[in-house]
């Protein structure tokens, strides 16, 4: 396989004002994943085979830190460590931390008392937080900063009794997690459509804010067709749908307007995964798929097709992107182009619990080499 730059066209700006300081980090440093090679078919096409690949993709800072919070919790207290939801919405990630010795829970009370718990990136209530402490948990929050700080955005407009409309999906963590800061004063919006039906108490104070994993077109839509009915409504006061995600959407744009067919390595409870591929589709790709593994490709996919973009979500470690562009690689698609448009340099130091405790060790096991605390 071949990797040459075809596009280095910067786009958006890379970090996020409510970015704290930079921290160390580096991968899950996962075991490469099995696949049954020369299983896809080198098929004549017409034109030239070719991979264009997006950038940036994959592991954002939240996804990383989060993942790293876990690892670091399981050296410094030892198996198991309990974490509630999925750490980050990766089928592969959840697998390999088990396998380490973390256990995934759906709630608080699923866990013993005294024991760690790690709140997962995608945050959670007030109720959450105190439901864990009631029960004499440790815990420590590897909630995104920058879902936190859609959080104090809802907490602040709640307390000047504004109406919050968050745009989102009902029963995603994340949309219950911000929506647990100011119930009473919350309503959920689902779609542009919604838009159109929802009733407020009092339009001269409405405000909105959002998931941070959504497609920022549909949003954009669902904030104008709020605006048309209520003038009067206020913006966030920086963007809620995060860097990774507006980064993620750019790149596979640009690379849609030239791929037949577009895969998305995510998994299916990978908001922003999803969104990948529905951008994909809306921005010229013939076809698009989301797999968990590149096993998951099929032959018929790939008939006809001369141009195969790909790209991977927030959550997703770059092994498994290799392991897909490995398996086109057999099938004649080792031409791989990188589309690059942006750079990526943000980090997140880890929760505040767990640099508590790190501190002052030295023990080269429980720092693993990759320590990471500067604020
Ligand atoms: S996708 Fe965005 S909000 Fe979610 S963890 Fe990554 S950086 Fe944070």
Excluded at 55 to 80: F, H, M, S, T, W
Excluded at 95 to 116: C, M, N, Q, R, W
Excluded at 261 to 275: F, P, Q
Aim: hydrophobic fraction near 40%; charge should be negative; aromatic fraction near 4%.
């Amino acid at each position: 396989m071949t990797l040459s730059a075809e596009s280095s066209r910067p786009i958006h700006a890379t970090t996020s004002a409510a970015a704290p300081a930079a921290a160390a980090s580096i991968g899950l440093g996962m075991p490469r994943i099995p696949s049954a090679r020369n299983r896809l078919k080198d098929t004549p096409v017409i034109g030239h085979k070719r991979v264009l690949l997006a950038a940036p993709r994959g592991y954002c800072a939240g996804v990383d830190r989060a993942v790293i919070a876990v690892e670091k919790a399981l050296d410094l207290y030892g198996a198991p460590v309990y974490v509630r939801k999925q750490i980050v919405h990766n089928t592969h990630v959840v697998s390999e931390l088990e396998k380490k010795g973390a256990i995934f829970v759906d709630e608080v009370d699923e866990v013993p008392t005294g024991a760690h718990i790690v709140f997962s990136a995608h945050g959670v209530s007030p109720a959450v937080v105190n439901a864990a402490a009631a029960r004499g948990l440790q815990a420590i929050d590897a909630t995104c900063p920058l879902v936190t700080k859609v959080h104090r955005e809802a907490v602040r407009f709640a307390r000047d009794d504004f109406q919050i409309l968050l745009i989102g999906h009902e029963g995603h963590e994340e949309v219950e997690g911000t929506a647990g800061e100011a119930p009473e004063h919350t309503t959920l919006v689902g779609s542009p459509d919604e838009a159109d039906t929802i009733e407020v108490a009092d339009p001269t104070k409405v405000v909105w804010l959002s998931q941070t994993t959504l497609s920022v077109d549909e949003t954009m839509e669902t904030v104008r067709r709020l605006r048309a009915r209520f003038p009067l409504l206020q913006d966030p006061p920086s963007d809620d749908i995060c860097y990774a995600t507006q980064n993620r959407q750019v790149a596979i744009k640009k690379v849609a307007e030239d791929a037949e067919l577009v895969i998305v390595v995510g998994s299916a409870n990978s908001s922003n995964s999803v969104r990948l591929v529905e951008v994909a589709l809306e921005y010229g790709a013939s076809a698009a798929y989301r797999v968990d593994y590149a096993s998951e490709v099929k032959q018929e996919w790939l008939d006809g097709v001369a141009t195969v973009g790909v790209t991977s979500g927030a959550s997703v470690p770059e092994e498994l992107v290799e392991e897909l562009l490995r398996d086109l690689a057999d099938a004649g698609y080792g031409d791989v182009q990188q589309v690059k448009t942006a750079e990526e340099d943000l980090l997140f130091s880890l929760p505040k619990e767990l640099r508590k405790d790190l501190a002052g060790k030295t023990d080269a096991r429980a720092l693993g080499g990759r320590i990471a605390s500067n604020d």
